[in-house]
């Protein structure tokens, strides 16, 4: 990274989060750094935008942005609520809406306090703030760690993968959206995965508030994973930070000859 360019920065844990504050630390040795990231934890709200409700916006402190939104409307908002010129410039010196001085060379999200493996890339508000942005053009990194994990390495290993990903999105003419997750007792070394499954405890608990009022709470407290060659579950579990090429295009190809079959059996003669 140049000391020119610019690196926007978010998360799902909330704009105060240490892991955001590490990349932050990290990154800002080396470019012009922003944050727009959540107001509050918003982890598992995946790629959510609000399209029905106002958002608030405040600046705790200069460079960064909270928003009481989606880790998606985080990144929607500092991409898009700026009007750019041609040269991708500010057309608009109204300095409450100046949120990035260009369009970043870069996004990174996290590092997320907890894992983001398997199947969980569905359901992750971190991987949907990378992912909003690599929709838009832009190259873009999802951290993940155990939330015992030592942030400082981490946000260090987030800004050699970010030259390696933005030179990489350059050369071929795309962006790229990668999914990182590290163990607690990283061996510093990067391995390239798929993407595995993590089986988790399914469970519907109906409780009762103190009115007499039903109301639910989803999900189990465990989760497991099998083992599974090549995935990035079996990276994590060797010690290695699991790298995960994820598709913006999700046409299952291989079934599109089935898929004319169905429309054709379905559609008036």
């Not at 500092?78 to 001085?101: E, Q, Y």
């Not at 639910?216 to 083992?227: I, M, N, Q, T």
């Amino acid at each position: 990274m140049l000391p020119t360019d610019l690196v926007l920065l978010s998360n799902d844990d909330g704009y105060s989060s240490p892991g955001l504050e590490a990349l932050r630390t990290a990154f800002s040795a080396h470019a012009q750094t922003i944050v727009c990231a959540p107001e509050h934890e918003q982890s598992a709200m995946s790629h959510s935008l609000s399209l029905h409700r106002p958002l608030r916006l405040r600046s705790p402190s200069p460079g960064v942005f909270a928003i009481d939104g989606t880790p998606a409307d985080c990144v929607y908002v500092a991409l898009h609520a700026t009007p750019l010129d041609l040269s991708g410039t500010p057309a608009d010196a109204d300095p409450k809406r100046v949120l990035l001085p260009k369009l970043p060379r870069l996004v990174v999200s996290g590092i997320n306090i907890g894992l983001n493996l398997g199947q969980d890339v569905f359901y992750s508000g971190t991987v949907a703030a990378a992912r909003e942005a690599a929709l838009r053009g832009i190259p873009s990194l999802a951290m993940s760690a155990h939330h015992k994990a030592d942030h400082g390495p981490i946000a260090e290993l987030a800004v050699r993968l970010a030259d390696a990903i933005v030179s990489a999105s350059e050369r071929d003419g795309r962006p790229l959206l990668y999914n990182v997750n590290v163990p607690r007792n990283w061996n510093g070394k990067v391995k390239a995965a798929r993407i595995g499954a993590r089986i988790y405890d399914q469970a519907v608990e109906f409780r009762t508030d103190p009115r007499g009022r039903d109301y639910l709470w989803l999900g189990g407290v465990g989760v497991r994973h099998d083992e599974d060659p090549g995935a990035d579950t079996e990276a994590y579990d060797q010690g290695f930070a699991s790298l995960t090429p994820l598709a913006l295009e999700l046409t299952l190809h291989r079934e599109l000859d089935r898929a004319r079959d169905i429309a054709a059996e379905v559609s008036p003669a």
